[in-house]
């Protein structure tokens, strides 16, 4: 015996079809909003932790400016030191400089032609002023003075005959000029 199914079998197989279809988007739509849940908490997740390292960055920034402002203020205190230091270690070289300038002057004094009377520096004008026997001492100690290292050049301001003891001597006053650096 054959059976003929007369019910509409299609329309069946359509119902579970579309009740199929509404499952699968509507799973398909929660799945999507589980997804969007979860992408939400992980980027809410990194910004906190971005927002936590931003902080200890900018605490670390923080202590370290402290730190590079007394750096600062070292390196100041230093190259003023050192500006110190090397004031006081030209004065200690230059310390002995006049003496010994004066020393040797006084070596190329000729003994019992020449006294000097009184020597006077300024910066770097030097005055010499003294007695000598005659014009050709005082001459020859001019032209002694002008090959001594420290000077530069040296001019007669004056020269006079005196009259000490019954002696006449020469009176005289040099100008000079003393290089840079003695």
């Not at 005055?127 to 040296?154: C, H, L, Q, W, Y």
């Amino acid at each position: 015996m054959i059976k003929i199914n007369l019910l509409p079998y299609r329309e069946k197989e359509k119902k579970d079809n579309l009740a199929r279809q509404i499952t699968i988007i509507a799973g398909s739509f929660i799945f999507f909003v589980l997804c969007l849940v979860l992408f939400q908490l992980h980027m809410v997740s990194q910004v906190s932790d971005l927002e936590k390292k931003l902080e200890d960055s900018k605490a670390t920034l923080k202590v370290l400016d402290g730190k590079v402002g007394n750096l600062e203020k070292f390196k100041l205190k230093k190259k003023e030191l050192e500006l110190k230091l090397g004031v006081i270690g030209t004065l200690e070289e230059n310390r002995l400089l006049p003496v010994k300038t004066l020393d040797d002057l006084s070596m190329l004094v000729p003994q019992n032609s020449i006294w000097l009377t009184r020597i006077v520096q300024k910066n770097d004008s030097l005055t010499i002023e003294g007695i000598g026997r005659d014009n050709i001492v005082a001459a020859d100690f001019m032209k002694t003075i002008e090959n001594f290292p420290p000077i530069k050049s040296v001019d007669l301001v004056s020269s006079k005959n005196v009259v000490i003891a019954n002696t006449t001597l020469q009176q005289f006053i040099f100008s000079c000029t003393m290089k840079k650096g003695f």
